[in-house]
Nanobody
Framework: QVQLVESGGDLVQPGGSLRLSCAAS????????MHWYRQAPGKKRELVAA????????NYADSVKGRFTISRDNAKNTVYLQMNSLKPEDTAVYYC?????????????WGQGTQVTVSS
């Protein structure tokens, strides 16, 4: 059974840091690009960060560039999102996503989300 389980969300003050984790199981983790998305109330889900299957290429939304870092540990089947200098506008539910495409189909898995609240 495919599972992506996020953890690490919390209430933090502006300027603080959090590290989110996503533990994957039930699929071949090393084949998948991994992503973090977030969704704030009343807003569309947006891509925050992405990392290639081998970890060599990363991409970030402009709004988090320089503050957030995505990484993965393929030996642990885990992807991380280090979030520094947090702002109130970072408040959202953060979702882990795994995606792998072939010529015939796309494999696309989602976690349940973890709440990040940045507030004073």
């Amino acid at each position: 059974q495919v599972q992506l389980v996020e953890s690490g969300g919390d209430l933090v003050q502006p300027g603080g840091s959090l590290r989110l984790s996503c533990a994957a199981s039930g699929f071949t983790f090393t084949r998948y690009a991994m992503h973090w998305y977030r969704q704030a109330p009343g807003k569309k889900r947006e891509l925050v960060a992405a990392i290639a299957s081998g970890g060599g290429t990363t991409n970030y939304a402009d709004s988090v560039k320089g503050r957030f870092t995505i990484s993965r540990d393929n030996a642990k089947n885990t992807v991380y999102l280090q979030m520094n200098s947090l702002k109130p506008e970072d408040t959202a539910v953060y979702y882990c996503n795994a995606r792998y495409s072939t010529s015939y189909r796309e494999y696309d898995y989602w976690g349940q989300g973890t709440q990040v609240t940045v507030s004073s």
